[in-house]
């Protein structure tokens, strides 16, 4: 059964350093999502990729975050600057369309700064 | 503003049967899930409502009254396995994902 694959599933890094989280959607899905999990707290959407751009996004998403899909396969969120808020899980999400029942969630990054 | 509220723990005994309220107030409908997260991974779905009405799934319902923005999910025959959070989340207007905060679900033998 295809998943959604994440790599690293660990990122520890300095504050102020920028970190790129990758994600590999399922093949035929269309639409990509980013979502974050502070430790102990909600799922917090961040954004939201189709057609090689931006849906939505949250107001969370900020100037920091940027998303691409350099190549066919891999969707990327990059952080640029990181800070001590955001260490959290991040988790990517495909789904094949927009109102589509569900949506297939990676198993996440950890990600910790320091 | 958007608002998903659950009970934050419930505890139930093996073999029992279980509901886990979810009401929602969100700018827009398109739909509401429930996930199942077990501590350290990621959410995985269970199911989906857009209609008033049940739907069952296994030992899995999930009710909607879009009416009184609410919803339950109801497990049966409780498995041990079955212990994990549950998240209640809601596709706006914009079809962004709104979670609540998960139902921790305890199951003692």
């Known amino acids: 059964e295809p998943e959604v694959t994440q790599t690293p599933s660990h990122q520890v890094t300095q504050m102020g350093q920028e970190v790129i989280l990758r994600c590999v959607p399922i093949s035929n899905h269309l639409y990509f999502y980013w979502y974050r999990q502070i430790l102990g707290q909600k799922v917090e959407f961040l954004v939201s990729f189709y057609n090689n751009e931006i849906s939505e996004k949250s107001e969370i998403f900020d100037d920091q975050f940027s998303v691409e899909r ?6 990327t969120l990059k952080i640029r600057s990181t800070k001590l808020e955001d260490s959290a899980m991040y988790f990517c999400a495909s789904g ?3 109102g589509g029942e569900t949506q297939y969630f990676g198993p996440g990054t950890r990600l910790l700064v320091l | 503003g958007q608002n998903i509220d659950q009970p934050t723990e419930m505890t139930a005994t093996e073999g029992a049967i ?4 979810c009401t929602y107030q969100t700018s827009g409908f398109n739909g509401l ?9 990621a959410p995985t779905f269970l199911s989906y409502n857009v209609l008033d009405g049940l739907e069952e799934k296994g030992r899995f319902s999930s009710f909607l009254s879009r009416s009184k923005g609410y919803s339950y999910l109801l497990l049966k025959e409780l498995q041990m396995k079955d212990s994990a959070s549950y998240l209640c989340a809601v596709r706006d207007s914009n079809y962004q994902l709104i979670w609540g905060a998960g139902t921790k679900l305890i199951i003692k033998p």
């Not at chain 1, 350099?70 to 969707?75: A, L, R, V, Y």
């Not at chain 2, 279980?18 to 309220?21: A, D, F, K």
């Not at chain 2, 429930?34 to 991974?41: L, N, S």
């Open chain 1, 70 to 75: 350099p190549d066919g396969s891999n969707f």
């Open chain 1, 96 to 98: 094949r369309d927009r």
């Open chain 2, 18 to 21: 279980v509901q886990i309220n």
């Open chain 2, 33 to 41: 899930f429930w996930y199942q997260q077990h501590a350290g991974e």
